[in-house]
């Protein structure tokens, strides 16, 4: 054996997967952040429904609180369940 | 009762000490009415004397002799004596009516004495008699009403002895020096006796004079009389004045004259009250002339420090002039006139000629001195400030444009900033519209060219900021900052300053290559402070990304140790949110196996934690320790600090022991300009771990390459750098690209944003609206392409009347 790698420093970049598509709510892309938040990335997280649409958690947490009665999603007007 | 004068005179003596003083009390404020001068008078030095005496001693008779009681004597305490309480002795008079009679020549008698004393003095002969009797006898012909007369006779005498001397000064007499030394004995003698003739005749100037107001005092009759009968007499003044000018212009010419001799002729004019009329406006005349030449041959003949230099020394020896014997007056109008001539009739010459040069040689005191003397003019501050500016955009221009010198422009224009700072503050009193212009001056020029210096001052900062940068301290190098944020605040297009500045500062942190983590915080604050918190964000978030995944990659070594993992080496990973970093191109290369496991047992563990998100490898970024074993037999084991892509080359020598380029190329699918480049640098650099064949400085297609079983190294831990000349150029065109790009966008952006709000606007609107909100210099061109593309797409729309009105579509 000539060589031997000790250690390596890698990189990786990521971004969300729905990363092309716009917030349903605030219609910024996801790879910006929503209205109220200045850097995407960490400080805005985007948040998936069990009815698989998805939207800035700022967006969504701020249209459900609006909601009197039933908490819809505002795409499809299932319930709205966070997916785990 | 008549009495001689004799005997008055002496029966005076006993009150004299007490009369002299008396006067002496009540001369103070008189003399002080008086055009007299210290230095030709003698009366003003017995001021301290008089303060023992009250003034509220009751008037008395002068003629004390007359007084009966008294056998003679000046009986002056006689009526305190009287008014004594418990004097048994009462005498009271009542109507004292008898009038003392004078002898019929009194009069004749006392004058032709007096008369005789004023012409020993102008003979300059010993007086007969003692001043004290002379001065009673001037007292008691004022008493007796003989003021008048008195007065006209003195003046008489006087005048005749002023006429006589008229004759020497009107004669035929060569030499002009003698002339003026002949007439200030003459004017010195006549103060003297002037004030010789005041002190005997005092009660008649504090008396008569006093209450007459046309008759002018004794000392300004003599001045009268020296002035009607000596200097206005147009010859007498011509060759005075004459005289005068010729000798301040040959000390102006270098020679050494008498200054008293001048200081006291000049006096004497003043005196005279014609000092203006006859000497001053000529002597200005004659001031203008000779400077108005000198500076018109001086301002060509001389180099610029020389010719100031030259300036300040007259101008010094004016102001001498005015301290030594001028009359005070002519300060403002010689000083102007030299000022006029020498200065502001040349300050477009002198900045012509002369600014640029003591700019570019740094000559502090010359421009000290030019400013300070062009203080002194009217325009020639703002002049200065003209010209100081031009040169500054001038040289900076040549800085700025010339691109084979881009290489030094930053560092260059730092030495030219501290330089012009340097002369701001001391030469030119920091003054506040230099310290404008030199800021306004900068700012043109150094955008004059696009782009360019914002990317070099980039560049400038990553070699400060880079590791084993160890040429200054922590204090030096935030002082650099500071001067690097001056240049940068001149700049327009911030946004290319931010690109390459990310892009350098991705490579300082993924590499490791950053000299102080302080001073990448503390630039990162300076540039928030510079141009506010969106500028920032996205760097500020690249540094939190470096702070999240040392975080990650504790809690993935942890994990590893759980899951009890065999490590066969070291891992870590920076994870990078996309958006604050600079875009990196995805390249599919070819890992050995257990690299690949390793990165994707860190993937899963990576989105397991983070759902929703999609991570991308950037192998182009990676770097690797690698561990050497060279010479078979031997144990020289080297540790290398090298590039993935390096480290992918080297691997491949533990499979076989020759490769061809083409091989390599294959083995590790590394893109084909990043394989050479990878491999010039192994093969061809100062480090050489693998061998080339055939030999030579660049990699050719078919070269083949060999373990270097046999390299030798002084050093244990050896950094082989990637080569990366051709990178940086790729890179700079991309990064520019980018910029340009992102330009675009924000145009667009901007353009749909104020038509949201707006709805309907003008063409000419509009674009003032964009270069109010848009931060990067644009053309109005490039604006009229971004509108006419918004147009196209149906963001807005064009009125159908009017072409230049658009409307925003909903
Ligand atoms: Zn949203
Ligand atoms: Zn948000
Ligand atoms: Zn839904």
């Known amino acids: ?84 | 009762m008549p009495l001689s004068s004799k005997e008055k005179i002496a029966s005076c003596k006993t009150t004299l000490e007490a009369n002299t003083r008396k006067r002496r009390a009540s001369d103070n404020n008189h003399l002080h009415t008086k055009r007299a001068r210290d230095d030709l008078g003698t009366g003003e030095h017995r001021q301290s004397e008089a303060k023992n005496m009250g003034e509220a001693t009751p008037k008395r008779a002068n003629f004390s002799a007359l007084n009966p009681s008294n056998n003679g004597f000046n009986s002056r305490s006689s009526p305190l004596v009287n008014n004594k309480p418990g004097t048994s002795k009462k005498l009271v008079i009542k109507n004292f009516k008898v009038k003392p009679v004078l002898p019929a020549n009194y009069q004749q008698q006392t004058w032709d004495r007096l008369k005789e004393a004023v012409q020993a003095i102008h003979k300059s002969r010993p007086i007969k008699y003692s001043l004290e009797e002379l001065y009673q006898a001037v007292e008691n012909m004022c008493s007796h009403k003989m003021s008048a007369s008195l007065y006209d006779q003195l003046k008489e005498v006087c005048e005749q002895h002023v006429a006589s001397q008229t004759g020497q000064f009107t004669s035929e007499m060569t030499d002009s020096l003698t002339y003026l030394k002949q007439l200030n004995t003459c004017w010195q003698d006549h103060c003297r006796q002037m004030i010789m003739i005041r002190s005997i005749f005092l009660f008649l100037d504090r008396t008569y004079v006093l209450q007459n107001s046309l008759v002018s005092s004794l000392w300004d009759m003599g001045l009268d009389l020296f002035r009607s009968h000596i200097i206005s007499n147009r010859t007498v003044q011509n060759r005075t004045v004459e005289g005068l000018l010729m000798l301040i212009e040959s000390e102006r010419t270098g020679d050494v004259v008498d200054h008293s001799l001048l200081k006291s002729l000049l006096r004497m004019l003043s005196d005279l009250q014609i000092y203006e009329e006859a000497f001053e406006k000529r002597f200005l005349e004659a001031t203008q002339m000779l400077y108005g030449a000198e500076g018109q041959r001086l301002v060509h003949e001389r180099e610029v420090p020389e010719y100031l230099t030259h300036v300040d020394k007259r101008l010094e020896e004016e102001s001498q002039r005015i301290l030594h014997y001028l009359d005070h007056t002519t300060r403002k109008p010689l000083i102007a006139c030299v000022e006029k001539q020498l200065l502001e009739d040349h300050i477009g010459t002198i900045l012509q000629k002369g600014l640029d040069r003591l700019l570019e040689a740094n000559r502090v005191d010359d421009l000290t001195l030019l400013y300070r003397l062009l203080q002194r003019t009217k325009n020639g501050l703002h002049d200065l400030c003209q010209y100081f500016s031009a040169f500054i955009k001038k040289t900076g221009t040549t800085i700025v444009i010339d691109s084979e010198k881009d290489k030094t422009m930053v560092q260059e224009l730092l030495d030219f900033k501290e330089k012009l700072d340097n002369i701001l503050q001391t030469c030119f009193a920091k003054n506040e519209k230099f310290s404008v212009s030199l800021k306004d001056s900068f700012e043109n020029f150094i955008n004059k060219r696009l782009n360019k210096p914002a990317e070099l001052v980039a560049k400038y900062v990553d070699n400060k900021l880079r590791a084993g940068n160890k040429e200054a301290t922590e204090e030096e190098l935030e002082r650099l900052l500071d001067k690097i944020m001056v240049l940068f605040r001149f700049i327009h297009g911030k946004d290319v300053f931010e690109a390459f500045y990310k892009k350098d500062l991705a490579k300082r942190l993924l590499v490791g290559k950053s000299a102080s983590v302080d001073a990448e915080k503390s630039m990162l604050s300076k540039l928030k402070q510079e141009c506010g918190g969106a500028f920032t964000s996205k760097l500020e978030g690249m540094f939190k990304d470096m702070e999240l995944s040392k975080d990650i990659m504790f809690a993935f070594k942890q994990h590893m140790q759980h899951q009890c993992h065999a490590t066969v080496m070291d891992l870590s990973v920076n994870i990078l949110t996309m958006g604050y970093w600079p875009t990196y191109k995805p390249l599919e290369i070819h890992l050995p196996s257990e690299m690949v496991n390793l990165q994707e047992q860190f993937k899963r563990f990576y989105l397991d934690k983070h759902s929703g998100r999609k991570l991308q490898w950037q192998p182009s970024l990676g770097h690797c320790l690698v561990k050497g074993q060279f010479r078979e037999e031997g144990s020289s084991v080297k540790e290398l600090q090298v590039s993935l892509y390096q480290t992918l080359v080297l691997l491949l020598f533990n499979e076989g022991d020759n490769y061809s380029l083409e091989e390599i190329a294959q083995a590790t699918n590394i893109e084909d300009s990043e394989l050479r480049r990878t491999l010039q640098s192994l093969a061809c650099g100062k480090a050489r771990v693998i061998v080339k064949l055939p030999k030579g400085r660049e990699i050719e297609d078919g070269d083949k390459f060999l373990f270097a079983n046999e390299f030798k190294h002084k050093l244990f831990r050896i950094k082989i750098n990637q080569v990366q000349m051709k990178e940086t150029v790729e890179e700079q065109v991309t990064t520019q690209e980018r910029v340009f790009q992102d330009r675009q966008y924000q145009i667009d952006a901007a353009i749909v944003r104020i038509m949201k709000m707006r709805k309907s606007l003008s063409h000419n609107l509009l674009v003032s609206e964009l270069y109010n909100q848009l931060r990067f210099p644009v053309k109005p061109s490039d604006l009229k392409k971004r509108i006419e593309s918004l147009i196209d797409r149906d963001y807005m729309e064009r009125d159908k009347d009017n072409p230049n009105q658009y409307h925003y579509v909903a």
């Open chain 1, 1 to 84: 054996m000539k060589v031997k790698v000790k250690s390596w420093t890698a990189v990786a970049t990521w971004r969300w997967i729905a990363n092309d598509d716009n917030c349903g709510i605030c219609r910024t892309a996801f790879d910006g952040c929503c209205p109220d938040c200045k850097m995407p990335g960490d400080d805005c997280p985007l948040v998936w429904g069990q009815c698989s649409h998805v939207f800035h958690m700022h967006c969504i947490l701020k249209w459900l609180n609006s909601q009197q009665v039933h908490q819809l999603c505002p795409m499809c007007r299932q319930e709205w369940k966070f997916k785990e």
